[in-house]
């Protein structure tokens, strides 16, 4: 069964065939390379579903689609939707960590409490349409630290570890991370695809 991924990211593409190489190997995910809609949601699930239904609609196929970010307590839930683009309209990861880590100079544990959050829409063309989430709760590091994943990776400690994502392997990233959660979350919905 073919499904599409509506994303651009290419991170996401490689977490995600991982990740269901590992859980539904019967599904084969494909690309979405047509237009990128406008991402103006107020919320992760409004993102996601966007994406997804641009993808349905453009394809024909059911299609998958994940908005993420990473929300810090002390912040109020910031970045948030905002995450790809934190330090500036160009996706900069490492100005975007940087930025982040100036924003909690002053915080010192327990007060740099954040978590990653994965929504991912469902949306299949006949007009069936879910969305699940995943968080993965842990805390800010004061200094980036490994070359592993993306994105806010080198400076976020999953609770219970003491090391960033940056310097966890891929499959150990893969079996821990909102986004497979979030996938998790899914597998139920997915069985009638
Ligand atoms: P698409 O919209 O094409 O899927 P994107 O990167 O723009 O790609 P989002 O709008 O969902 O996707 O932004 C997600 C951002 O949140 C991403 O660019 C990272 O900054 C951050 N993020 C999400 N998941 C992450 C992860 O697993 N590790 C590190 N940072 C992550």
């Known amino acids: 069964r073919q499904i599409v991924l509506a994303t651009h990211n290419a991170h996401k593409v490689e977490e995600f065939h991982a990740i269901v190489a590992s859980t539904r190997p019967d599904l084969e995910v494909i690309g979405y390379d047509g237009p990128e809609p406008v991402e103006d949601g107020v919320t992760f699930a409004e993102n996601a579903l966007i994406k997804a239904r641009a993808a349905a609609a453009h394809t024909g196929l059911p299609a998958l689609a994940d908005d993420s970010g990473i929300c810090v307590d002390v912040l109020g839930g910031s970045p948030g939707v905002f995450s790809a683009y934190w330090a500036g309209h160009a996706k900069d990861a490492v100005a975007n960590l940087n ?25 299949v063309p006949d007009g069936d349409e879910h969305v699940v989430e995943g968080i993965w709760p842990g805390r800010l590091a004061t200094e980036a630290s490994g070359v592993g994943g993306f994105g806010y990776d080198p400076i976020f400690i999953p609770d219970e570890q003491d090391r960033t994502v940056g310097e966890w392997s891929a499959e150990e990233k893969n079996a821990a991370s909102h986004r497979s959660r979030a996938f998790r979350a899914l597998t139920p919905l997915l069985a009638g695809l």
């Open 99 to 123: 930025l982040l880590l100036d924003q909690l100079a002053d915080i010192r544990d327990p007060g740099r409490t954040a978590q990653f959050v994965s929504t991912i829409a469902l949306v």
